[in-house]
T-cell receptor
Framework: LAKTTQPISMDSYEGQEVNITCSHN???????ITWYQQFPSQGPRFIIQ???TKVTNEVASLFIPADRKSSTLSLPRVSLSDTAVYYC????????????FGSGTRLQVQP | EAGVAQSPRYKIIEKRQSVAFWCNPI?????LYWYQQILGQGPKLLIQ????????DSQLPKDRFSAERLKGVDSTLKIQPAKLEDSAVYLC????????????FGPGTRLTVL
């Protein structure tokens, strides 16, 4: 499984755009990049997934360059409720699809 | 659609005691996962079921941990006997099938071993 590296923590203010970058140098051809969000005292929640280029949903955007060795989760105009831990995962497209979590990025949004 | 249900939400026991956690996945979800999340770390997979069969239990400490999903629906995770290092949140997740990416997590059970 490809190992992921992401910042331990980030700080932001309400209304700002937040970009969290994750590196996954050993990503395999069939791997997808997936991001989960976890609030205190809750289980992780799926945010977005992509294979290449750009994916956007109602919550976030995911940018993946052509070499796929990194990805950037973009949260537009964050609010206090976006304070959470964000996990970047590389998920095989085949097989058991068990998730391997790193330590994640702790995002703190301040007023 | 109801989410993944877990109980209890909190449990405090002394070391060497036994404890059991229960999980009811989302209706119709064939794949069920148990994760252990130690404070400050990401969740770590303990065991994965497909219906009532075990797909992966390579990281389950089998000398003290056991899990079952007898009817392919709800599941129980047991620790016997508990150690101090078992203090963690135990998360249950489910997905529609083994080939589906999105996993839906329950709120977890916070275990404290004294």
């Amino acid at each position: 499984l490809a190992k992921t590296t992401q910042p331990i923590s980030m700080d932001s203010y309400e209304g700002q755009e937040v970009n969290i970058t994750c590196s996954h140098n050993n990503i395999a051809t069939n791997d997808y990049i997936t991001w989960y969000q976890q609030f205190p005292s809750q289980g992780p929640r799926f945010i977005i997934q992509g294979y290449k280029t750009k994916v956007t949903n109602e919550v976030a955007s995911l940018f993946i360059p052509a070499d796929r060795k990194s990805s950037t989760l973009s949260l537009p105009r964050v609010s206090l409720s976006d304070t959470a831990v964000y996990y970047c995962l590389v998920v095989p497209n085949t097989g058991r699809r068990a998730l391997t979590f790193g330590s994640g990025t702790r995002l703190q949004v301040q007023p | 659609e109801a989410g993944v249900a877990q109980s209890p939400r909190y449990k405090i026991i002394e070391k060497r005691q036994s404890v059991a956690f229960w999980c009811n996945p989302i209706s119709g979800h064939a794949t069920l996962y148990w994760y252990q999340q130690i404070l400050g770390q990401g969740p770590k997979l303990l065991i994965q079921f497909q219906n009532n069969g075990v797909v992966d239990d390579s990281q389950l400490p089998k000398d003290r941990f056991s899990a079952e999903r007898l009817k392919g629906v709800d599941s129980t995770l047991k620790i016997q006997p508990a150690k101090l290092e078992d203090s963690a949140v135990y998360l249950c997740a489910s997905s529609r099938s083994i080939s589906t990416d999105t996993q839906y997590f329950g709120p977890g059970t916070r275990l404290t071993v004294l």
